[in-house]
């Protein structure tokens, strides 16, 4: 069998915080969630992702250190249109998230922005533009 991609998982300082976050770009986790230590969305084409806390991972990695600076993973969300990337984006910063890059009319033709979550992880928002003629 080759292997198949299934699950995205993702180390966090603050599981209230992250769901939170998360929840706001519409991802449902169940209610107490904030107080668990593994944490799993299903999300589009039947793929998960989960969140574990920094201590969940030192319990089989002693050695493990949080990275000092922002990682290179990120995720992108698709938005309905360009419209709600703007929104989305204001609604997030407005909540207190740290928006990295207002929305912008990207040259690949998409309305793209960028925030972190609560641990620094890039999050982008994205619609395609409309076509012009």
Sequence with gaps: MTPQLDFIGIVVSDMAATLDFYRRLGLDFP????????????????????????????????QWQPPSSTGRTGLAFRCADPAEVDRVFTELVNAGYHGELKPWDAVWGQRYASLADPDGNGVDLYAPLPATD
């Design 31 to 62: 209610e107490g969630s904030e107080n668990q230590p593994h944490v799993e969305a299903a999300i589009a084409g039947g793929m998960r992702i989960a969140f574990d806390t920094e201590a969940v991972i030192k319990s089989f990695h002693p």
